[in-house]
């Protein structure tokens, strides 16, 4: 089992910047995929970023691109979601979550194992 806990949400102006942190339980952090989601509300949950268990690569969607930055760091079960440039599209709940079996693509949430219980961010513009 992994628990994911996801932290740094909260109100931002439009053009601001935040980065969130997702901490992992776990020893064997390193052997899962990772990847951001969010959701807007009333709509299903969608892919903002996922990074590979290397940390070699990283993939974005569209809509974050050029902004949103991926990274983990294993040693402290780590991953984080820099965020810059932020508009009021960008408002959502985001979630962390992890994979092991890496089965199905990194871009549906149904292809992963654990998710955090999302932080809140919120663009004013």
Request: hydrophobic share 35%; net charge positive.
């Amino acid at each position: 089992q992994v628990q994911l806990v996801e932290s740094g949400g909260g109100l931002v102006q439009a053009g601001g910047s935040l980065r969130l942190s997702c901490a992992a339980s776990g020893r064997t952090f390193s052997t899962y995929r990772l990847g951001w989601f969010r959701q807007h509300p009333g709509k299903e949950r969608e892919f903002v970023a996922a990074i590979k268990r290397s940390g070699s690569d990283t993939y974005y969607s569209d809509s974050v691109k050029g902004r949103f930055t991926i990274s983990r760091d294993d040693a402290k079960n780590t991953v984080y979601l820099q965020m810059n440039s932020l508009n009021a599209e960008d408002t959502a709940v985001y979630f962390c979550a992890a994979d092991s079996r890496l089965v199905g693509s990194r871009m549906y949430a149904y292809s992963y194992e654990y998710w955090g219980m999302g932080t809140q961010v919120t663009v004013s513009s």
